[in-house]
């Protein structure tokens, strides 16, 4: 089948060529000249002329007209084919064949030549080819279609992770400084903590017996059920001196100070209702703590308080109770008394977005060697003025001071014996101020106020009587105390906190001239600044205005009593630690940096400009 088509398709093909040459063998064409040949120039010209108006006769060769022969007796076997346009007979004058001679002329250009102005690398250098790996994964294709669940994140490490539970540091330095300290635990237990410190710190001035020692120690506990929380404490404090003041404008004599040493046995428990996220919840607590105090002399004292509060909120109301019951006695050569306070605290809270409001009563009865009974307001308001940055804060309140000889030696260490013991009674508080925050990090709070106090105490001198040593006395009547109290605390990070406290106060005495030994300005500031893991420093600042003590001067006169006054000082102090490891470290610490002669009380000087440091290690 496939050679019958080939057959028929050459049969055509030959009729076709056969066709056009007997086109141009029936008339004979007219003869064309030449072409000319020259040696300047090689031209091919196209020459086209139509076989239909050709008169001029066309040489054949032998060779064309055997082959003419040959293909015309092939096509005689074949019907004709019709080559005219349109159906005509080629031999009416419009036949296709025609002779097409194509001439054109080729002009070659070269480019000119560039050389190249650089040398081939003769070196042969072989480039490294890293070896390939190649891991194909297994991984099964997830259609985006559908929402995928989220996968949990995984709690980060925390940073404590590596806490260690004990810690112990040791230290020497100038003034005969001795510094120790260990703290202990049982680690990290939510149920469960249980631990212990101990303390020592000493110091020796350039004066004659200026020295001071101070140790502590106490173990305590906690516990933490489903429904009740319970913590106690034990502790001991030791604080050892000697009556080393001396006018300093006179010639010291000979004198052997004598010793002064504070034993202070004490310890405190709770009972507390933990917290439950629950509707209308009751709360309640309950607290046990007390203290023996003793010192060289005959001084005693026993100290219990019991106290606890019950509450019951409903909706946004709370409705409590809160009572204590202080019993107390003191002794010394001269006297031994019961001094005990009991008092009830009716209160009622409510609170809103904007606004806190508490309202109250304070009732306190006196029994032992003072019988008085008071009722004292108890209330306070919270209102927010700039929404998340400003609140404005009142309170009005007043209670009973308890007189204890732990209070007063805690204040001032160089009081001699048989101190008067008078309650002092605050008959009304009032506080009015703003709190907030002025930008991130900053927080403040500023207040003015104005207390009513009776029987205010005062620490003076009692050189006449005691060889340096002071005594307690008291403003009989009512003093007004009025002043402004100012706070301010920058934290920019956790790597830096600067803060401060300003307190200015106006005495109004009722019976004695002057506050005697109350400073009417003082100012702390301090900052701690975590430069780096292993770096920290810190910084404290104390300035205390001047104050006065009635001791008469020299040139004092009944009618010009001129007093003793303790000039201003400033006390500047700061440290630093440098963790070596976890576990190990070095710290330095300097006190009274300006080498200020301070005084607190008359005729004892403060330590001058000492330095110390030591080692710490965690365990």
Same mark, same amino acid.
């Given at each position: 089948m496939r050679s019958g088509y080939k057959i028929t398709l050459l049969t055509l093909i030959t009729v076709f060529f056969f066709a056009s040459a007997n086109a141009q063998t029936k008339k004979p064409a007219q003869k064309k000249p030449a072409a000319k040949t020259t040696a300047k120039k090689t031209e091919t010209k196209t020459t086209v002329k139509k076989a239909a108006t050709s008169k001029a006769p066309v040489k054949t060769t032998p060779q064309q007209k055997a082959n003419a022969k040959n293909l015309g007796e092939a096509a005689s076997k074949v019907s004709a084919a019709d080559t005219s346009k349109n159906g005509k007979n080629p031999n009416e004058g419009n036949a296709l064949a025609e002779e097409i001679v194509v001439t054109t002329s080729y002009k070659p250009v070269l480019a000119e030549a560039v050389k190249i102005r650089r040398n081939p690398d003769l070196e042969d250098k072989q480039p490294y080819k890293a070896p390939l790996a190649y891991a194909p994964i297994d991984r099964k294709l997830s259609q985006d279609n559908n929402i995928r669940q989220l996968d949990a994140m995984k709690r980060p490490a925390e940073q404590d992770s590596a806490l260690y539970n004990n810690y112990a540091k040791a230290g020497l330095g100038s003034m005969k400084t001795t510094i120790a300290e260990g703290y202990f635990s049982n680690g990290r237990d939510e149920a469960l903590q249980v631990g212990g410190f101990v303390k020592h710190f000493a110091q020796s001035g350039s004066i004659e017996k200026q020295s001071d020692a101070r140790q502590e120690l106490g173990v305590f506990g906690k516990t933490v059920t489903d429904d009740i929380t319970l913590t106690g404490r034990l502790n001991y404090k030791r604080h050892a001196t000697y009556?080393?003041?001396?006018?300093?404008?006179?010639?010291?004599?000979?004198?052997?100070?004598? #010793?002064?040493?504070? =034993?202070?046995?004490?310890?405190?428990?709770?009972?507390?209702?933990?917290? &439950?996220?629950?509707? =209308?919840?009751?709360?309640?607590?309950?607290?046990?703590?007390?203290?023996?105090?003793?010192?060289?002399?005959?001084?005693?004292?026993?100290?219990?308080?019991? $106290?606890?509060?019950?509450?019951?909120?409903?909706?946004?109301? @709370?409705?409590?109770?809160?009572?204590?019951?202080?019993?107390?006695? %003191? &002794?010394?050569?001269?006297?031994?008394?019961?001094?005990?306070?009991?008092?009830? =605290?009716?209160?009622? #809270?409510?609170?809103?977005?904007?606004?806190?409001?508490?309202?109250?009563?304070?009732?306190? #009865?006196?029994?032992?060697f003072s019988s008085r009974f008071y009722i004292f307001p108890a209330a306070k308001l919270e209102l927010q003025v700039v929404p998340k940055y400003v609140r404005l804060f009142a309170e009005a309140k007043g209670d009973i001071n308890k007189a204890s000889l732990l209070g007063f030696t805690n204040t001032n260490p160089f009081l001699g014996q048989n101190l008067n013991l008078v309650n002092s009674v605050d008959k009304l508080d009032i506080?009015?101020?703003?709190?907030?925050?002025?930008?991130?990090?900053?927080?403040? &709070?500023a207040a003015i106020f104005r207390n009513s106090i009776k029987n205010l105490p005062l620490f003076v001198n009692n050189f006449a009587n005691e060889f340096n040593k002071f005594q307690v006395i008291y403003d009989n009547g009512d003093a007004r105390v009025s002043g402004f109290n100012g706070e301010l605390d920058y934290k920019a990070s956790d790597d830096f906190n600067l803060y401060g406290r300003i307190e200015i106060k106006d005495y109004k005495m009722a019976s004695e001239a002057q506050p005697w030994n109350l400073p009417k300005f003082v100012l702390t500031a301090g900052t $701690?600044?975590?430069?780096?893991?292993?770096?920290?420093?810190?910084? $404290?600042?104390?300035?205390?205005? =001047?104050?006065?003590?009635?001791?008469?001067?020299?040139? $004092?006169?009944?009618?010009?009593?001129?007093?003793? %006054?303790?000039?201003?000082?400033?006390?500047?102090?700061?440290?630093?630690? @440098?963790?070596?490891?976890?576990?190990?470290s070095v710290f330095v610490q300097a006190n009274n940096i300006l080498n200020a002669g301070n005084k607190t009380w008359v005729y004892y000087p403060a330590y001058g400009f000492n330095i110390f440091g030591g080692v710490g290690y965690a365990f």
């Open positions: 009556f080393y003041g001396f006018d300093d404008d006179n010639t010291r004599p000979a004198f052997d100070p004598q #010793k002064q040493v504070f =034993n202070t046995f004490g310890g405190e428990g709770e009972i507390s209702k933990n917290f &439950k996220d629950e509707e =209308n919840p009751f709360t309640y607590a309950a607290k046990f703590k007390g203290y023996v105090f003793s010192n060289s002399f005959n001084a005693r004292e026993n100290n219990i308080v019991l $106290s606890g509060f019950l509450n019951k909120t409903v909706n946004q109301f @709370y409705a409590g109770v809160a009572a204590s019951l202080d019993l107390g006695t %003191q &002794k010394d050569s001269l006297y031994s008394n019961n001094n005990s306070i009991l008092r009830a =605290n009716p209160y009622i #809270k409510f609170q809103g977005d904007n606004y806190k409001v508490e309202a109250g009563v304070n009732i306190a #009865k006196e029994f032992g506080t009015l101020g703003l709190k907030g925050t002025l930008a991130p990090g900053l927080a403040f &709070k $701690s600044i975590h430069i780096s893991d292993k770096v920290d420093i810190n910084g $404290s600042l104390m300035f205390r205005g =001047n104050t006065q003590d009635p001791l008469q001067t020299a040139t $004092s006169t009944p009618a010009n009593p001129l007093y003793t %006054q303790i000039p201003s000082f400033a006390d500047l102090s700061g440290g630093a630690t @440098y963790k070596i490891n976890k576990q190990l």
